[in-house]
Nanobody
């Protein structure tokens, strides 16, 4: 069974940076595409970024140029580096995993992703 554990959320001022990490366990990490999604209060969960085992990546338009997703296949870890944060980035951020899909495919899987972490809160103050 796949398990995902996120860390790194917190409170930051607008313009600041945060780094989220997600540790994967339970299966062979390199077989899984990994992604980050977020959910703000009163809204649905939305795609943020995804990356395949070969580090092919995809980003939502709202974070492109500010966020960077990366993975360390030796450490079973995926990282979301978030720079130039805005108050509208405030949300609970979730790590997700799916077997054998492309990053582009994962961007459309918000309602069907099979594995999720517990979420980590990111709050950006103005």
């Amino acid at each position: 069974q796949v398990q995902l554990v996120e860390s790194g959320g917190g409170l930051v001022q607008a313009g600041g940076s945060l780094r989220l990490s997600c540790v994967f366990s339970g299966r062979s990490f390199i077989n899984y595409a990994m992604g980050w999604f977020r959910q703000a209060p009163g809204t649905g969960r939305e795609f943020v970024a995804a990356i395949t085992w070969m580090s092919s990546s995809e980003y939502s338009d709202s974070v492109k140029g500010r966020f960077t997703i990366s993975r360390d296949n030796a450490k079973n870890t995926v990282v979301l580096q978030m720079n130039s944060l805005k108050p509208e980035d405030t949300a609970v951020y979730y790590c997700g995993a799916a077997l054998g899909v492309s990053a582009q495919r994962m961007s459309g899987m918000t309602s069907e992703l099979p594995y999720w972490g517990q979420g980590t809160q990111v709050t950006v103050s103005s």
